[in-house]
C-alpha cells in the first residue's frame, strides 16, 4: 500500500491495540531508516534508536515504563511486538527536539508501511532509573544516553481511531 506523503501525515492516527505477530524485519528497516533521516539541530544526527523486540526486552521495558507510570499492572505499550526507544546523545546539541522530530518521523512512516503506532512517554524518566541504565548496559550501550520518547510498534488490531477536529485558532496567518 503507498499513500501519499500529506494523505499519510492527515491519516496516521495512535493506535492502542496491537496484534501480537511481529512485524517483518523490511517494515521495521523502512520505519528505522526514515527516522534517521528526521532533521537534527546542525545536523548533528545526535539521536539513538533502539529498536526492542526479543519478547524479554519487551516485556522489561513494559516493565519499567509500567513503574515510571507507578502502576505495574499496567500495559503502556498496549501488546506491541515492537518497542522503538528514541534517545538523545551527547553530540546532541538542540536535545530533546531532534529526538521529538525523529520520533514524528517514526510514526508517520509506520502508517506509510501498513503498521499501526503510538508515541509513549516517560522514556527520560525510565532511563534514569538503575533498572533503565542496566538495560542500557546489558545491551552495550551507554548509560549516559538520554531517554526522549518511545513508540509501540506492530500491526493494529482495531481500526484507525478517527481524529479529534482541529481547534479553530491552530492556525494563524499574519
Ligand atoms: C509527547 C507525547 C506523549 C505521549 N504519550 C502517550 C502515552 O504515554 N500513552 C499513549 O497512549 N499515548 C501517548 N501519546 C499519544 C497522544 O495521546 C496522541 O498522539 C494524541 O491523543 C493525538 O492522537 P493522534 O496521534 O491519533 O492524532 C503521546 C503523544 C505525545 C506527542
Not at 502502576?71 to 546539541?93: D, S
Not at 522514556?123 to 520518547?149: H, I, N, R, T, Y
Not at 482541529?166 to 494563524?172: E, F, G, H, M, T
Amino acid at each position: 500500500m503507498k499513500l501519499e506523503a500529506l494523505e499519510v501525515l492527515k491519516k496516521r492516527r495512535a493506535i492502542r491495540a496491537y496484534k501480537p505477530e511481529q512485524i517483518t524485519d523490511k517494515e521495521l528497516d523502512a520505519v528505522l531508516e526514515a527516522g534517521t533521516f528526521a532533521p537534527t539541530g546542525a545536523g548533528t544526527q545526535g539521536v539513538q534508536i533502539v529498536a526492542v523486540q526479543s519478547p524479554e526486552n519487551v516485556a522489561a521495558v513494559e516493565a519499567l515504563n509500567a513503574k515510571v507510570l507507578n502502576n505495574p499492572a499496567a500495559h503502556p505499550y498496549y501488546g506491541a511486538p515492537t518497542i522503538l526507544l528514541v534517545f538523545e546523545t551527547e553530540a546532541c546539541v538542540t536535545h530533546e527536539l531532534d529526538g521529538a522530530a525523529v520520533c514524528t518521523n517514526l510514526l508517520n512512516a509506520a502508517y506509510a508501511a501498513g503498521l499501526g503506532s503510538c508515541w509513549i512517554h516517560r522514556c527520560k524518566q525510565m532511563f534514569e532509573l538503575p533498572e533503565g541504565k542496566a538495560l542500557l548496559k546489558k545491551w552495550g550501550l551507554s548509560d549516559k544516553l538520554v531517554g526522549v520518547a518511545s513508540i509501540a510498534l506492530g500491526y493494529a488490531a482495531c481500526d484507525l481511531p478517527q481524529p479529534k477536529p482541529r481547534k479553530a485558532d491552530y492556525i494563524v496567518k499574519v
